[in-house]
């Protein structure tokens, strides 16, 4: 009942795991609109909005979706809000947002320099790979070797971490004081328009 009329192959599955079916501009088209139209106070949507964005800077892979929400649950935010204000980290924003991050945490540790974006990157993919590994290993007579995790944390996730919550602190308050006033905007704009509407249909029957 729910599957596809036409299924997708394996290759467009992997294409889509970057880029949406729609595109990415209708994509944040889409996100924007559910936003806007969040049943809750426009303080409330604008405090999850500030925790999607911020968690967004954070080197919390496939954790971002439960940050979002624990941050937004505690500042008494709006938790789908929060969700999909995650769509601040994106393959167009990653770049920028790794780097930015990294930079800052390696001057702010005192470092001379930070790994680059690529290789931190691959860093990630290597530890995931040696989880995968590990786990794998309980069932088997290979050794559990965690070579790769303390060199990850002392060279890529403690930079990144530090750096992440700087910015993403930065992002987050201004992702709040922005959205919050759009929020408000189209909420009158739109009670305006049912108002005007109510008004006509009221004129309506009152000529019959």
Not at 9 to 18: G, I, W
Not at 80 to 86: N, Q, R, V, Y
Not at 123 to 129: K, R
Not at 157 to 176: N, T
Request: contains cysteine.
């Amino acid at each position: 009942m729910f599957k596809r009329r036409s299924p997708r192959n394996f290759r467009q599955s992997l294409v889509n795991l970057f880029i949406p079916g729609g595109g990415w501009g209708r994509s944040a088209n889409y996100v924007m609109h559910r936003l806007r139209r969040l049943p809750d106070s426009p303080e409330r949507i604008a405090k999850g909005i500030a925790a999607g964005v911020g968690v967004s800077c954070l080197p919390l892979f496939g954790l971002h979706f439960v940050a979002a929400a624990s941050i937004a649950w505690a500042l008494r935010g709006n938790i789908l809000a929060s969700l999909l204000a995650t769509f601040f980290g994106n393959p167009f924003t990653f770049p920028l947002i790794v780097v930015s991050s990294m930079e800052l945490g390696s001057f702010l540790l005192g470092r001379e320099r930070s790994i680059k974006a690529s290789e931190a990157m691959n860093a990630f993919g290597a530890i995931w790979g040696e989880f995968g590994r590990n786990f794998l290993a309980i069932f088997s007579s290979d050794p559990i070797v965690w070579e790769k995790l303390g060199k990850f944390g002392d060279d890529v996730f403690v930079p990144y971490m530090l750096g992440g919550s700087f910015i993403g602190l930065v992002c987050g308050v201004i992702a709040y004081f922005l959205s919050l006033p759009l929020i408000r905007a189209y909420r009158n704009r739109r009670l305006k328009k049912l108002q005007e509407r109510f008004e006509q249909a009221r004129k309506s029957d009152a000529k019959k």
